[in-house]
């Protein structure tokens, strides 16, 4: 399987038997359906989510990607408790693209939101 960001291998890393995809190259991450509400619940799952939250901005603009299973084009979710995150999904099969760092971000949702609606509060 390649990477639907960067067309780099995707290698098989895991988490208390969950295995998800990761790219050896931009380090995004391939959830199939299931696994990314399940690895959110588990505590300390974000150690798959190895890459630099850095190099995954870098990527997160690239957003005409296809699914690398059924390649259909994937459509760009916004985390509703989140909305800085951007994940891209696949209507059919429900798998979901996560940028290197996104993944930590997303489970991390009540401290880092609430610093930045505090920040976007002292911007109004
Ligand atoms: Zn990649
Ligand atoms: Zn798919």
């Known amino acids: 399987m390649n990477c639907p960001k960067c067309q780099g291998l995707m290698k ?6 969950i295995v998800v995809e990761q790219c050896s190259s931009c380090l995004g991450i391939w959830f199939d359906e299931f696994e990314l509400e399940r690895l959110k619940a588990l ?31 994937l459509t760009r979710m ?9 994940y891209e999904s696949c209507a059919v099969c429900h798998g979901a693209f996560l940028d290197a760092g996104e993944f930590t971000d997303y489970k991390h949702e009540t401290i880092g939101d609430l610093f930045r609606r505090i920040g976007l509060k002292a911007r109004d």
């Open 12 to 17: 098989q890393t895991g988490f208390e038997g």
């Open 43 to 73: 505590p300390g799952s974000e150690v798959i989510d190895s890459g630099d939250a850095d190099l995954g901005a870098k990527y997160n603009p690239v957003d005409r990607i296809f699914c690398p299973h059924d390649h259909t084009p």
């Open 78 to 86: 916004v985390d509703v408790r989140q909305p800085h995150i951007w």
